[in-house]
T-cell receptor, first 114, second 113 residues
Framework: DQQVKQNSPSLSVQEGRISILNCDYTNSMFDYFLWYKKYPAEGPTFLISISSIKDKNEDGRFTVFLNKSAKHLSLHIVPSQPGDSAVYFC?????????????FGKGTHLIIQP | NAGVTQTPKFQVLKTGQSMTLQCAQDMNHEYMSWYRQDPGMGLRLIHYSVGAGITDQGEVPNGYNVSRSTTEDFPLRLLSAAPSQTSVYFCASSPRRVYNEQFFGPGTRLTVL
């Protein structure tokens, strides 16, 4: 049973437009959420995170929104740039449950079209 | 800082062989972990450690052993390789204070024939 779901395997967006990547989770114990970016043949890189006490966190072109009642989060990238083409993983953790790692979604491949 | 390093980058094993995937970090991070990534799947946690001498199992620990004798190193041992262990393996580390924001190594691509 997947606890973190990214239902779009891929997403194509024009350069300069907004990219919106979505993520749903089922485990109510999750209280910390992260987005990682991964290029081919490299390890994932931490991008941005949000605690369950917030509903929005912004870092430059990247904004993460959290809707706890819907168990949904999204990553907005504005404006999208060619270097944003990568696989994006949503991840979640239960920080109160100890340091037992992250639960990842399957990823969304974002393609920025020139 | 080299960050998180992993060796080897690529490895081919025959069924039943054993081997150790090496992981080292030079950031003095307390927390280290191993994940595997299979095609079309997210990363799944194999084992993790919150400090030297302390290890615990993740979601998919069967067939793997770990030890943490120093803060810097966290090797992953495959005892008797099976084709189902063909995967890309990532090691990660983080400071305990923000253990979720993990630094990942470049990965080891393992094929078991």
């Amino acid at each position: 049973d997947q606890q973190v779901k990214q239902n779009s395997p891929s997403l194509s967006v024009q350069e300069g437009r907004i990219s919106i990547l979505n993520c749903d989770y089922t485990n109510s114990m999750f209280d910390y959420f992260l987005w990682y970016k991964k290029y081919p043949a490299e390890g994932p890189t931490f991008l941005i995170s949000i605690s369950s006490i917030k509903d929005k966190n912004e870092d430059g072109r990247f904004t993460v929104f959290l809707n706890k009642s819907a168990k949904h989060l999204s990553l907005h990238i504005v404006p999208s740039q060619p270097g944003d083409s990568a696989v994006y993983f949503c991840a979640a953790s239960n920080s109160g449950g100890g340091a037992d790692g992250l639960t990842f979604g399957k990823g969304t491949h974002l393609i920025i079209q020139p | 800082n080299a960050g998180v390093t992993q060796t080897p980058k690529f490895q081919v094993l025959k069924t039943g062989q054993s081997m150790t995937l090496q992981c080292a970090q030079d950031m003095n991070h307390e927390y280290m972990s191993w994940y595997r990534q299979d095609p079309g799947m997210g990363l799944r946690l194999i084992h993790y450690s919150v400090g030297a001498g302390i290890t615990d199992q993740g979601e998919v620990p069967n067939g793997y052993n770990v030890s943490r004798s120093t803060t810097e190193d966290f090797p992953l041992r495959l005892l008797s390789a099976a084709p189902s262990q063909t995967s890309v393996y990532f090691c990660a580390s983080s400071p305990r204070r923000v253990y979720n924001e993990q630094f990942f190594g470049p990965g080891t691509r393992l094929t078991v024939l």
